[in-house]
């Protein structure tokens, strides 16, 4: 399929076409969860989520509908023919296989390189996951390679019929290593266990935490405030049992973290966090805080002993500090007001690596696992039964089926759309079991802390929690829970990025000056908060995971990062029964666990010349692997260091990674600078710069063609656009100007056919089918009833007009107009540069069907060209496409041909085009 740039001389008919296939496709972006489900159901709260996407759609309608007309001057009506199957992105879709991930790539067909040692190699697991059969299906098959996922289990009790198990946040690559390490009474290996990942093992929400390991010090306090509340008189009963269930979340979470400490020490640090306190007592804008917190400041010494306490003193001990001592060891800190600062500890870690070394850790054991595998379809038997999965490797583009007695579905914070095809009854009963949660990050220069020592904000203005924390030679700001739907891209608000800075701001020193140019990376992800789908109305979300018996279906559950392997325990122990085998996690070491010595980066740097700062971070990654790194480093010319040539300057990334990364089953770009290495959440320039010499490498190592490799390098700088970093985008600048009633009702009377005044569900579906993302009847129905506010069965054009006015379709309708920018970016930059020149423009105008003089090319230049270097960049390109003034015509041009309307009815303060 040509891109919609390479169209010339467009008639009136292919314009409409051009611009009709372009919108569909970036407003209803095919991302997907690991099963093939869509990404926008994503709370399940009377389908607003689900609505949110539609207002992209209906977004794309209004701006076409308004701006391109007919030689007649009549309104195209686009919604009237159905638009063809096409895709924009720079890799083909695999045939009738679901796109898995924001960037799909097509089969690269590369050579197969071995697997670390003892662990089989990629190609050999996808062999053997080829070879399954119905005579002899594995016991358990589990759909999802991250740590912390929503899952849906399918096990069978009977002959004839099977039970389905959901499980919110299941850590599927856990659940693997679980089942791989179970044994009978003779201790031999109980269990035959395949896992497939539709994309890279942490690829989604266990690579994007705040990097702790916390025991939950906030819901321990939460909890305490809530037991002394008025509730404690008017709901007694209720009070008591909420604060005994938070009470065993946060002991839980204690010995999780105690065993990953003690256990997985080549993984894992302790990091203290100061808290200081300003005022002796303290007030809060949040509901959620009673009289218990004022107190907060006179009380913390005590509450941090008791936290020590709950992990058997097994930490080190929390402490105070005078203001004195806390300019010592924190000189960043403002010197003024500060009281005191209490001191404790919690875990930290490199979330990926983590999730990766349980990978490995399950193949190690003996499961068939791999990634770059998704299931597109389930196998049932003649009674309806499940026994299995279709499934294809993205690699090689071979489909397969794969059967197993137990499939469990373990896939992130997106997948409540899943139980819409697994649901047995009417779609209208089937309540949420998880609503989303965001947590953003943004990457500021390590001397904005200590190198040891983070910083705790527990009264923010909005109430979450803010922590300051340094690691890998930066420093982590990010946020905990905030409410709102999932999704794929990482990119934060703009809004959160400035919210982040200036709530920092307010415990530094005033000399260092918190600056938004500061911010090297930013990325939000998002995990599901577990809600029992059977439990009584007005019933909470849980962060701790909870196990509910569904008399038709199964099981619901979530959790957190921290307790991923007891989610992966309870979780089997369901689905095993009565005598299941037993559970050996609590003494497996972890990938890289052998052969570790906190004096092997010494040793290492003896033997093979490098630098400390490598040898450190190679010994924190790889553990006791890091021998097999090192044998992979090229000579580096130089006396000193003798080995390991740098990817990137200032971090601690050398190339030999990516050699051995191919080992681990990396596949694409992304996956090392996302994963293997952390430079894209590092420094997001950084990784751009260091995106060439990796993709070298890997050709190298994995047979790409040039084809392939070029595929994988558009790719991979596509993905990195969507990270944060010292420029802002502009869509959050953007301010939206809602239709007129005048333009709501064109677009209503466009939808409504019949011209009965009315829309019904029908319509509405029609509506997502002819825009190119047909959604199940549950999710249709749920947008209908969003819209449906008065309850009559009928959505009149006021309930129309109101559902624009909401927040969500704002949203909805913002993230539309940024995305669609970014594609027209995309497809004018066909030098791959990053940035745009003269030649680019004047091609595009070719393309589009006019020829544009040099003179007036170079008048279009200049006004892009914002900082006068020569080369226009997305944020100068994004700037530009949000005036209001349009001389030249070429805004329009664009506009109009790449589906975002002529004129556009989302306007900024000025009243410009882009909203």
């Given at each position: ?364 054991k003996g499961a068939d696992i791999a990634n770059y595998v998704e299931m597109t379809d389930g196998i049932f038997d003649e009674g309806g039964k499940v026994i299995g999965v279709r499934a294809v490797d993205r690699v090689s583009g071979e489909e397969f089926s794969i059967y197993a007695k137990n499939v469990i579905f373990a896939g992130g914070p997106f997948t409540d759309s899943l139980r819409q095809k697994e649901h047995r009854g009417n779609p209208l009963d089937m309540k949420p079991a998880v609503h989303g949660a965001s947590g953003s990050h943004i990457v500021l220069p390590g001397y904005y802390a200590p190198s040891n020592m983070g910083l705790l904000d527990y009264n923010t203005s909005d109430g979450r929690f803010l922590f300051f924390l340094p690691w890998q030679g930066s420093v982590i700001v990010g946020t905990t829970d905030k409410k709102g739907p999932a999704e794929t891209l990482p990119y934060p608000p703009e809004a959160e990025i400035q919210w982040m800075l200036k709530e920092v701001s307010k415990y530094l020193s005033k000399d260092l000056k918190v600056r938004r140019s500061d911010v090297l990376s930013a990325w939000r992800g998002w995990r599901p908060l577990a809600a029992d789908p059977h439990a009584p109305p007005g019933g909470q979300v849980s962060r701790d995971h909870v196990i509910s018996q569904n008399p038709e279906t ?362």
């Amino acid at each position: 399929m040509p891109s919609i740039l390479t169209i010339k001389n467009l008639s009136s008919a292919g314009t409409k076409a051009a611009s009709r296939q372009f919108r569909c496709i970036a407003t209803l972006n095919p991302h997907k969860d690991s099963f093939g489900g869509s990404t926008h159901r994503r709370d399940g709260s009377s389908g607003a989520a689900a609505a949110l996407v539609l207002a992209g759609t209906a977004a794309s309608t209004i701006a076409a509908s308004f701006s391109s007309t007919t030689a007649s001057g009549g309104r195209e009506t686009a919604l009237c023919e159905q638009p063809p199957s096409v895709t924009l992105r720079s890799f083909k879709t695999l045939p009738n296989v679901p796109v898995g991930g924001a960037y799909p790539f097509s089969p690269t067909h590369g050579v197969e390189i071995p697997g670390p040692a003892g662990i089989p190699s990629r190609a050999q697991q996808v062999s053997k996951l080829m070879k399954s059969n119905r005579e002899t299906p594995y016991d358990v098959l589990v759909i999802g390679g991250g740590a912390t996922g929503r899952c849906e289990i399918s096990f069978n009790l009977l002959p004839y019929f099977s039970t389905l198990l959901r499980v919110s946040r299941l850590p599927g690559a856990g659940v693997a290593l679980d089942a791989a390490t179970r044994t009978g009474d003779d201790g031999s290996v109980a269990l035959t266990v395949a896992c497939i990942e539709r994309g890279d093992f942490a690829s989604e929400t266990s690579s994007r935490s705040t990097k702790l390991i916390w025991a939950g010090i906030k819901y321990l306090a939460s909890a305490a405030a809530a037991a002394i509340s008025l509730n404690l008189i008017t709901s007694p009963i209720k009070t008591v049992e909420d604060f005994y269930g938070e009470f065993k979340m946060v002991f839980n979470c204690h010995q999780e973290r105690k065993f990953m400490m003690e256990k997985q020490k080549h993984l894992t640090n302790w990091v203290p966090i100061v808290c200081p306190f300003t005022e002796w007592r303290e007030y809060s804008s949040s509901q959620c805080r009673g009289l218990l917190f004022s107190f907060f400041p006179i009380l913390a010494p005590a509450v941090f002993k008791f936290y020590d306490g709950l992990s058997q003193f097994t930490c080190p001990p929390s402490f105070i500090m005078s203001k004195k001592k806390a300019l010592e060891l924190f000189p960043q800190l403002s010197q003024q007001d500060i009281k005191y600062c209490a001191v404790f500890y919690e875990g930290q870690h490199n979330d990926a690596r983590t999730n990766l070394a349980i990978a490995m850790s399950a193949a190690e054991k003996g499961a068939d696992i791999a990634n770059y595998v998704e299931m597109t379809d389930g196998i049932f038997d003649e009674g309806g039964k499940v026994i299995g999965v279709r499934a294809v490797d993205r690699v090689s583009g071979e489909e397969f089926s794969i059967y197993a007695k137990n499939v469990i579905f373990a896939g992130g914070p997106f997948t409540d759309s899943l139980r819409q095809k697994e649901h047995r009854g009417n779609p209208l009963d089937m309540k949420p079991a998880v609503h989303g949660a965001s947590g953003s990050h943004i990457v500021l220069p390590g001397y904005y802390a200590p190198s040891n020592m983070g910083l705790l904000d527990y009264n923010t203005s909005d109430g979450r929690f803010l922590f300051f924390l340094p690691w890998q030679g930066s420093v982590i700001v990010g946020t905990t829970d905030k409410k709102g739907p999932a999704e794929t891209l990482p990119y934060p608000p703009e809004a959160e990025i400035q919210w982040m800075l200036k709530e920092v701001s307010k415990y530094l020193s005033k000399d260092l000056k918190v600056r938004r140019s500061d911010v090297l990376s930013a990325w939000r992800g998002w995990r599901p908060l577990a809600a029992d789908p059977h439990a009584p109305p007005g019933g909470q979300v849980s962060r701790d995971h909870v196990i509910s018996q569904n008399p038709e279906t199964g099981v619901t559950a979530g959790g957190k990062w921290t307790t991923w392997r007891e989610m992966a325990e309870d979780v089997l122990d369901k689905v095993l029964g009565d005598g299941h085998p037993k559970c050996n996690t609590l003494d497996t070491v972890l990938h890289g666990g052998e052969g570790y010595t906190e004096r092997l980066s010494v040793v290492l740097i003896q033997k093979y010349g490098v630098l400390e700062d490598v040898a450190e971070h190679l010994v924190k990654t790889y553990g006791g692997r890091a021998w097999e790194v090192l044998e992979k480093a090229r000579p580096t010319g130089n006396q000193w260091p003798r080995h390991g040539i740098p990817l990137a300057p200032h971090y601690p990334y050398i190339e030999a990674e990516v050699r051995f990364a191919c080992s681990e089953y990396a596949c694409t770009i992304e996956d090392i600078l996302s994963r293997r290495t952390r430079l894209a959440f590092l420094n997001s320039q950084a990784a751009k710069e260091a995106l060439p010499r990796i993709a070298d490498i890997m050709a190298e190592e994995l047979g790409w063609s040039r084809k392939v490799k070029k595929a994988q390098i558009d790719s991979a700088k596509a993905y990195l656009a969507s990270y944060g970093g010292k420029i802002p985008l502009e869509e959050d600048d953007l301010l939206v100007r809602l239709p007129t009633y005048a333009e709501v009702m064109d677009v209503f009377d466009e939808v409504d056919q019949e011209k009965s005044g009315y829309l019904g569900i029908v319509q509405v579906k029609e509506i997502a089918k002819r825009l190119g993302r047909p959604l199940p009847d549950g999710e249709i129905r749920a947008i209908f009833d969003s819209m449906d506010t008065n309850r009559d069965g009928k959505i009149d054009a006021r309930e129309f007009l109101e559902w624009f006015e909401a927040e969500e379709t704002k949203e909805g309708i913002k993230s539309y107009f940024h995305q669609k920018t970014m594609e027209i970016f995309k497809e004018i930059d066909i030098k791959r540069t990053g940035y745009l020149d003269r030649e680019e423009i004047k091609e595009a105008t070719i393309r589009l069907g006019e020829t544009f003089s040099d003179e007036k090319v170079d008048k279009i230049f200049a006004e892009m060209d914002i900082n006068r270097d020569g080369k226009i960049q997305l944020n100068e390109f994004t700037k530009w496409m949000s005036e209001s003034h349009d001389e030249t015509g070429f805004r329009k041009l664009l506009s109009a041909n790449l589906g975002l309307g002529g004129t556009g009815w989302l306007k900024q303060k000025s009243g410009g085009f882009l909203g």
